[in-house]
């Protein structure tokens, strides 16, 4: 079960045909998210198996979970900003049942979500996953 | 007159699309597109002509030796050698260098040594080295291009000291595209007795090349960037090196005689060719070859020129482009990232979706990027099989990805 945020995402997606604009809206919605402290960026949170660099910092407290994140590829970092939607403020046990690469199946980012290894998608669901598990 | 219309028809995946949209492929540096004539001999080799080279003497044995062994021929009238017994035919240029490396420089150097490269080498021409700096105690001496991108042969001549034992230089930068004048620098290096290690990986891609002209010792090509089969290529190891050099795989094949207690190699070229090659690879690899010669790669370096000022005149006229390394004598491969915070992978990613195949990232070329402060670009590099308006689609969604990421 997704967050209400992101199912804002797909009713805005729906309205969005030309892949032009859905990516013009993911990269916006990358610039929108918070910065990473340069503190955070350290190896630990480093997440390997992307192409670019991505930094994921994950906290859980009072049972809610979340995470901020950054990239230096604006689309990745975009993408990083979808899963925010997806997982931000879900209780733990919420968050473990999330189905992420269906959910974001549903935006037609279907690209991201194939074999490539390179654009670290799966390396970031990786993560969440682990630690939520 | 070099016809890109009718050329484009031996190729059948340029006709396909990707993303909807008709495939512009320029993603040629790391791999080349195959004609049909290369499809069809490698499926002929499989279906009629198939068995083990060297061994049998049955007729399918005998068929696919005859069909395997006349590409040594193929390849030293590419490479303008004078013998074809100076060529060893294998998997590519980094088995090639690597070859070189074990083979024969680790027989002639010692702690100390000094093998002279420059910058902008592919890692297939630096790693094999760094094998030898940690195992051996040999030192890397590391030639800088200037901020053009262009490499002095002088620059190369005068790294050269009392120690240094071997250069190994680029024919053409992968990244910049800048084509070095290894005919000097193997001028230079042989007055003082150092032979001279080229990676044509790119160069015999793009001119025709004669190694007795240029007169280096060695010279490595890679065959699925010739239009060939993946898995093949071959090496141009002059008579004298040749007798320098020892085995570098043992097994099948390179052998005469095998004993309890030794062994007698085969002949050169054969000794360096151990266990079973890439057969249909390499017998594609020689119809790939005679399919470039037929079309004259003089003609093909002439086309790719106009190409090489039409693209540069129009990737440069965008002011959010930045182009590394502006070469005086550059071949059909260009590297950019652009203004703003977009990161390479975002610009491939927006040129995929119009169809637009482009490298992004390092390129197998660290030291290169380290030198010009950067951590990733994208490449576009084209073959004689691209054209004017895929420069244009180029342009065009460069406009699109600043635009999206700007």
């Given at each position: 079960m997704a967050s209400q945020a992101f199912e804002d995402i797909v009713d805005d997606f729906e309205f969005i045909d030309d892949w032009e604009d859905r990516y013009r809206y993911v990269i916006e919605l990358g610039k929108a998210m918070d910065d990473m402290d340069d503190a955070l960026k350290v190896e630990a949170n480093k997440v390997h198996g992307c192409a670019s660099q991505v930094w994921l910092h994950i906290t859980k407290s009072d049972d809610q979970f979340s995470f901020i994140g950054d990239s230096d590829a604006m689309i990745v970092k975009g993408l990083i900003a979808v899963l925010q939607k997806l997982y931000n403020g879900l209780a733990i046990s919420d968050a473990r049942g999330v189905n992420a690469l269906e959910e974001l199946g549903r935006l037609g980012l279907n690209d991201h979500l194939s074999a490539q290894r390179s654009n670290g998608l799966r390396s970031m669901i990786e993560r969440i996953t682990a630690s939520v598990a | 007159m070099f016809d890109v219309n009718a050329t484009r028809k031996?190729?059948?995946?340029?006709?396909r699309t990707v993303n909807g949209k008709p495939l512009v492929y320029l993603d040629n540096g790391a791999s080349s597109q195959k004609p049909q004539v290369v499809i069809d001999a490698v499926t002929k080799a499989y279906a009629e002509e198939y068995a083990n080279v060297h061994r049998g003497l049955h007729f399918l044995s005998n068929l696919a030796t005859e069909k395997y062994e006349s590409v040594r021929g193929i390849v030293a009238k590419f490479l303008g050698a004078r013998d074809e017994d100076e060529i060893v035919l294998n998997s590519g240029t980094t088995e090639g260098i690597n070859m070189v490396a074990y083979g024969w420089a680790m027989e002639n150097m010692s702690a100390g040594d000094e093998i002279v490269l420059s910058v902008m080498e592919h890692h297939a021409n630096i790693v094999p080295w760094h094998f030898l700096r940690e195992r051996c105690g040999v030192v890397l001496k590391w030639v800088d291009v200037d901020h053009h991108g262009n490499l002095d042969p002088q620059a190369v001549i005068d790294a050269i000291g009392p120690k240094t034992r071997l250069v190994a230089v680029t024919h053409m930068s992968n990244v910049l595209g800048t084509r070095v004048d290894v005919k000097a620098i193997t001028k230079g290096a042989h007055a003082q007795g150092v032979p001279v290690l080229v990676d044509g990986s790119q160069g015999a891609v793009h001119a025709p090349v004669n190694v007795d002209d240029i007169g280096c010792d060695f010279y490595a090509i890679t065959g699925h960037k010739l239009c060939g089969p993946s898995g093949s290529g071959a090496i141009f190891v002059k008579k004298e090196r040749m007798a320098e050099m020892r085995p570098f795989i043992g097994g099948g094949d390179m052998i005469k005689e095998v004993h309890k207690d030794h062994v007698i190699y085969n002949d050169a070229p054969m000794k360096f060719e151990a266990g079973t090659p890439g057969i249909v690879q390499t017998i594609g690899f020689g119809v790939a070859l005679d399919y470039l010669m037929t079309l004259g790669m003089d003609k093909i370096a002439a086309y790719e020129d106009q190409l090489t000022k039409e693209a540069a005149q129009k990737l440069g006229a965008l002011n959010f482009l930045h182009l590394q390394g502006q070469p005086n004598d550059k071949g059909a491969i260009f590297s950019f990232t652009l203004d703003g915070a977009g990161h390479a992978h975002d610009i491939s990613t927006i040129l995929d979706k119009r169809g637009i195949a482009v490298r992004a990232g390092q390129h197998c070329a660290g030291p290169l990027m380290d030198h010009m402060g950067i951590t990733a670009s994208c490449r576009a590099s084209f073959a004689f099989y691209n054209t004017s308006q895929e420069i244009d689609a180029l342009v065009d969604a460069l406009h699109l990805a600043h635009d999206l990421l700007g």
């Open positions: - | 031996d190729f059948p995946i340029l006709s």
